[in-house]
């Protein structure tokens, strides 16, 4: 059966799925909405907004597209998932309601509170001065969230009163995340190693992907400020079976029955952001579709076809046991406009990425990119990542490495020491 499917979003990660769905035996077209310049190399890009409801629901109807893929949370919060399904056409993610575990922290947090699942204490304000004077009660650090979706920026993390201070004022008063920013929830600092868990779920059935670590922070060592992410490599060796157990009965399994009880079930891919230190695990918080760059490294390792699982999970049949991982690890290096993750140029040229793609085991999916005149250029803040394969986690980034040195673009900046953190 030659199938089309729709896949919602512009960056790396919706290239990556592109990239795996185009792969699958039923798959005869692929289109992505809006999409880049790179996913024109495995997809036809549709020049429609992720947000334009109205606009896909028409396109996906006139093409008889058999099942739309949400890559950008964006699209979930405005209600796509809601219009497909009153249209009875097939879409994997999560409706406006069970979407809000992502799009809003203060009903994230709360959430968590009446499920128990495990998290740092917190207090949420739609009052500046009061959010003031109750981090004059707390230790420092201390991390403080905008309510809203911020495209992963809007996490400030204070080491002193007066960034913290600041924080409150850029984030409530100056309104520097916008909406967002109209409440904030406060938390204490957690401390361990940052974890990505990512989850599929029909609403009901659950599958647990193997873990995987991110790299926010713009610069070598974790210094600066958060970014969409630098680097991801997974699995992670130090994240024991039983902790991946624990994640999946304490965390993912009471978020699932939580949204549940609140007559908004969860169906896509839910994807806590964890704290482990020891045996304790904390959730930071949650996201309610594929981590991206997590997706470009979940692509290269997953060893089944995306498309049937994508579908049982968007029909309510999701069998656990049909995902499956191939051997080995990978490892992604963004490669970052300068200047990101504040204002950056855009349309550089960039060279070298044929070159790099004839590498053994590496795929460059693009994020922000455009073609003009036939040739890539730099159209965003984070421009390309670069994904490779190996026997072993080493083996991976020192593939991926080589290949970064074959691209160039001007100002490109990356971090040197993705994957060396543990």
């Known amino acids: 059966m030659s199938k089309s499917v729709l896949v ?53 109807r006139e093409e008889q597209i058999d099942l739309t893929v949400i890559g950008q949370e964006a699209a979930s919060e405005a209600g796509l ?26 009903f994230s947090k709360d959430l968590m509170s009446e ?80 974890v990505s868990m990512h989850a599929l779920t029909d609403g009901t059935n659950s ?14 060592g974790d210094k600066g400020p958060n970014t969409g992410g630098m680097g991801v490599i997974a699995p992670l060796d130090w994240v024991k079976p039983e902790q991946i157990s624990k994640i999946q009965e304490k965390v993912v399994s009471p978020a699932l029955e939580g949204l549940k009880k609140k007559n908004s079930p969860f169906i896509g891919c839910l994807y806590p952001g964890l704290m482990l230190d020891g045996q304790d695990v904390n959730v930071i918080e949650f996201n309610a579709r594929f981590g991206d760059p997590e997706a470009e490294v979940y692509m290269r390792l997953l060893d089944c076809d995306l498309y049937k699982i994508l579908s049982d999970c968007a029909a309510g049949n999701l069998n656990p046991e049909s995902v499956k991982w191939r051997d080995g690890y990978a490892a992604t290096v963004v490669l970052a406009s300068p200047g990101y993750p504040g204002d950056y140029p855009k349309g550089l040229p960039i060279t070298g990425l044929e070159e790099a793609e004839k590498l053994d ?62």
């Not at 512009?10 to 799925?17: D, I, V």
């Not at 599958?207 to 070598?220: A, E, L």
């Not at 390309?384 to 673009?409: H, M, R, S």
């Open 115 to 194: 499920q128990n699942i495990p998290t740092a204490q917190y207090k949420t304000f739609s009052d500046a001065t009061k959010a003031f004077e109750y981090i004059k009660t707390r230790s420092l650090p201390i991390v403080i969230k905008a309510d809203g979706l911020a495209t992963g920026k809007g996490v400030i993390i204070p080491e002193t009163l007066e960034q913290a201070e600041k924080a409150i004022q850029d984030i409530m008063i100056d309104k520097i995340f916008g909406e967002a920013g109209g409440s904030v929830v406060v938390e204490d600092f957690l401390k361990g190693q940052e």
């Open 81 to 106: 998932v809601d219009a497909f399904n009153d249209a009875g056409l097939s879409i994997f993610g999560p409706t406006k309601a069970a979407t809000l575990i992502e799009s809003s922290k203060v």
């Open 361 to 422: 085991d590496i795929v460059v999916f693009h994020a922000g990119t455009a073609l003009k005149d036939g040739n890539f250029v730099t159209a965003g803040g984070r421009v390309l990542n670069v994904t490779a394969t190996g026997d072993t986690l080493q083996n991976a980034l020192d593939k991926a490495y080589e290949a970064v040195k074959l691209i160039n673009f001007e100002g490109m900046h990356y971090r040197t020491d993705i994957g060396q953190r543990v």
């Open 8 to 60: 919602v979003g512009s960056g790396g990660r919706e290239h990556a799925l592109a990239w795996k769905l185009s792969q699958s035996n039923d798959v005869s077209k692929v289109y992505v909405a809006p999409g880049n310049g790179g996913t024109t190399l495995v997809a036809e890009n549709v020049d429609i907004s992720f947000t334009d409801v109205e606009g896909l629901l028409n396109f996906a």
């Open 207 to 220: 599958v647990i992907f193997p873990p995987s670590q991110d790299h926010k922070q713009v610069f070598d």
